[in-house]
């Protein structure tokens, strides 16, 4: 008796195999709910999307190949041509108009069906024609005398009243399960506390939750399901039974459950909504965080001073101080743009100037204090230090050092730095009156 | 809600058992819901596989109008028919000339069957009561009994089914003349082949008319041969040696008889004297199941292939198949292969004599675009340019031309419609 059970175990697997290797890969279900994808070619065999009412057309597996075949499923006993309303689809006693089909000898499979909605002989096809409207047109596989529609190919036409002329919705994988139904989950055998004193659709551990993966209205009889419940959409390890007792580690957490629908080899899966936070149980908030981040490489960018166009210092009007001619001034802002991001060198800027000149007459550099400063407002680049620079006018040496950038030091989100100078002339005693005038040359080197 | 199922599926039995026996006895069999064909025998089970839909091609091709569904008649069967809902039961027209009376009797209102269109020497039965006729000349206006006369079958008949290029004699003309109100449509090309009972075969092969020599045993006998036995003759010397021959002649009103007839040169009123003398005996035509001895019968290649292939009924019997001997055919098999998938010998089907168009036949008016009574969806079944009754084309399964092809049926080498008188006397 053992031995019996067993042969026929082998058997019905092996029966099993069989059919997933007649169902070939042609049938990927579409967004409109069809078995697979129907191409329509007309009387000369070319692909085509729009027919006349009596056009011939024929359906075939293939987008290139008009004599694919359409493989109904191994249960099937019958097949027909169908013209019916979305709704009707698995209902033949309610299709519109349908014409009986041959599977093409010893095998369960259809070869160019005549998918012309004049050939639909049996029903009302002319009824269509003279309503027009969005109907399903295509092959149904069917049992129990046809009675039973196990699959069925078919595209989705928009039929033009009274002449009936009809355009096929172009075909579309079916890749997010737009056709089947979302599942649902209850609370079924509630635990303390009672439903009375809980608010609504609350969830406790130790509850226990029921899926109901709701049939699709299609071909239920095509899909596999199971069911897998979730912690916050995470898997829970080998919880793929219908129901699911809450746990104490769901403390805190939101459950749901997915049903993940398979047929010719297209896994569709659909989620439930999830369930408020589980309450109840020792469960405490808190955890840890693991972080992990990615790190680009940084290009090395330039080093660059940048001084405006017909850049001028600005002096005040001379006073006398001291009993010397005096007036102060700004150089004026220049910007230092160093974007050698991974290399940071540093740099050193310098100022040289020549002697002030009014027509003949001369007054040395040495007389200019230059007090070098760092805009702070304007600068991102850390590690820079203004130098001390000549304080004291008529003691002045130049070139002189304005500024640097240390080694290794940060740029800042930007790698700019802007410069000013404080400018103090005091001429000599013996300077005739008069407009000088003079050049400060900036010098910029890396470290 | 149990009981009310149960009762409910009583019912349905109930009715269902009425229905049967009630048909049973008045009507053996459908009607047709749009187009009637009637006619030949030669290209009746391709019409019927057309008709009521067939898997040969691995498609379903069905060839329907505007929704609906044809009926096509076999030539034999039971005696009478009714081709329509609430029409009048009349004989069931045998054979391309009967077809094609039956037509130009469906064509005219107050054309009956005493206005001599179904001059034929077999039968006319109503009622139950079969009729058998007795000798040519015969004309059911006068043979009939009294009360069955007079059937009115206008409107019964559409579409007429030929072997023949002209199945009644006289009746082909032009298409300016107006009494030219059928059309004639080719259908497909076939070719008449002869069957041999077994023993004939052997004797005859034995004497060297063996164009399959050494490989098997393809007989042939040469037209004078054929004309000689089916005017009376019981022996042919064949290259030597007395064969004993008998010919066995399709019933009367069959186009493969005529064409047979037409291309033998046979003398109709030595052939019937032959029939009368029981020298030439009379059979159904394309049916071999009862040749015997030295018998050898006209044959449609096209029916052998179809009958070969289990496309049609089986009725090659015992029999093998060969060849008219012309100086196109050399006596060459009609056919290729072997049973199962037969194909015709398009060397034999291009004989101009032996190899042979059939048609099918419609009223013109029906199908010509003006007329009052022009009628699209007649025009567009016998459209050659549709996929429909008419169609050739042998690249897809789904036409019909691929559907005709396995009944051994190439394509017509006739292109052009011909123009027919009615055939019955009196004619508008």
Known sequence: ?447 | MKVKKLVATVAVFGAGFAAFSTGSTVQAEPVSNSYVVVGSDTIEDVLNALANGTAITGSTVRVTQNGATLGSFDATGSPSIITRPGGVRFSRPNGSGEGYRALSASIYEGATASNNLFNSSTYQVIGGTNVTGTTAGYTSATYLPAGIRNINIYGQVDIARSSSLSPVSSTESVSTDPLATIVRVPFGRDAIALAFAPTLASAVCAAGNDSDAGAGCTPYLTVAQLKAVFEGATTQNINGTDVAIQGVIPQTGSGTRKDFETFTGVSTNLLGTAVTNGVVAVSQEHDATALTGNQVAPMSASRWIAMSNKASFDKSGSAIIGSAYTATTLGVSPVLGAAGSMTPNPAYYADTTWGRDTFLFVEKARVTPGDVKYDANLAALVDPSLNKLANVETTGASKAGKVKALFGLLAPTTTALGYFKPAYSGAK
């Not at chain 1, 006993?77 to 169908?82: K, L, N, P, V």
């Not at chain 1, 029903?123 to 269509?128: D, E």
């Not at chain 1, 046809?146 to 002449?163: D, P």
């Not at chain 1, 680049?381 to 203004?386: C, D, E, I, K, P």
Request: proline share 4%; glycine share 8%; with cysteine.
């Open chain 1, 1 to 447: 008796m053992k031995k019996t059970t067993l042969n026929l175990g082998v058997v019905l697997a092996s029966a099993a195999l069989l059919v997933s290797s007649l169902v070939p890969a042609q049938a990927a279900y579409q967004s409109n709910g069809s078995f697979g994808a129907v191409h329509l070619y007309n009387g000369s065999y070319v692909l085509s999307n729009t027919f006349a009412w009596d056009g011939e057309v024929v359906g075939s597996s293939s987008a290139t190949e008009s004599d694919a075949l359409l493989t109904c499923p191994a249960t099937a006993t019958g097949a027909s041509t169908f013209l019916s309303t979305a709704a009707n689809t698995t209902v033949p006693g309610s299709w519109n108009a349908y014409a009986p089909l041959s599977f093409k000898a010893g095998t369960k499979q259809i070869l160019q069906p005549n998918l012309s909605p004049a050939a639909q002989v049996n029903g009302n096809a002319l009824g269509v024609k003279t309503s027009g409207g969005t109907f399903n047109l295509g092959v149904a596989c069917t049992s129990n005398s046809g009675v039973t529609v196990l699959a069925a190919f078919f595209r989705t036409i928009n039929v033009t009243a009274s002449t009936g002329a009809y355009t096929a919705a172009a075909t579309a994988t079916d890749s997010v399960g737009s056709s089947l139904p979302t599942p649902t989950w209850a609370v079924t055998t509630p635990v303390s506390p009672a439903p009375s004193d809980r608010a609504a659709g609350s969830v406790y551990v130790g509850d226990v939750l029921t899926a109901t993966k709701n049939e699709p209205t299609i071909f239920p009889g095509d899909y596999t399901t199971a069911f897998q419940w979730k912690r916050n959409g995470n898997a829970i390890a080998s919880q793929t039974a219908a129901t699911y007792t809450v746990v104490d580690a769901d403390g805190y957490a939101k459950i749901s459950v997915d049903v993940v629908y398979t047929a010719a080899g297209v896994n569709v899966t659909k989620s439930s909504t999830q369930t408020p936070m589980v309450l109840g149980g020792s469960a405490v908030l808190g955890g840890t965080v693991s972080m992990s981040a990615g790190v680009q490489a940084m290009q090395n960018g330039f080093l660059e001073l940048s001084i405006p166009a017909n850049a001028a210092a600005t002096f005040g009007s001379p006073t006398i101080v001291n009993n010397y001619s005096q007036t102060t001034g700004t150089l004026g802002n220049v910007q230092i743009n160093d974007t050698r991001w991974v290399t940071t060198d540093g740099w050193d800027l310098q100022a040289d100037v020549a002697n002030f000149v009014s027509g003949s007459n001369t007054i040395d550099k040495r007389n200019l204090a230059l007090v070098p400063t760092v805009v702070n407002a304007s600068t991102t680049a850390t590690g820079v230090v203004a130098a001390a620079g000549n304080a004291a006018a008529g003691s002045a040496t130049y070139p002189v050092a304005l500024a640097s950038a240390t080694k290794l030091a940060d740029l800042g989100d930007t790698g700019i730095t802007v410069l000013n100078a404080n400018l103090t002339l005091r001429a000599p005693r013996t300077a005739a009156a008069g407009t000088y005038t003079s050049t400060v040359t900036l010098t910029l080197a890396t470290k």
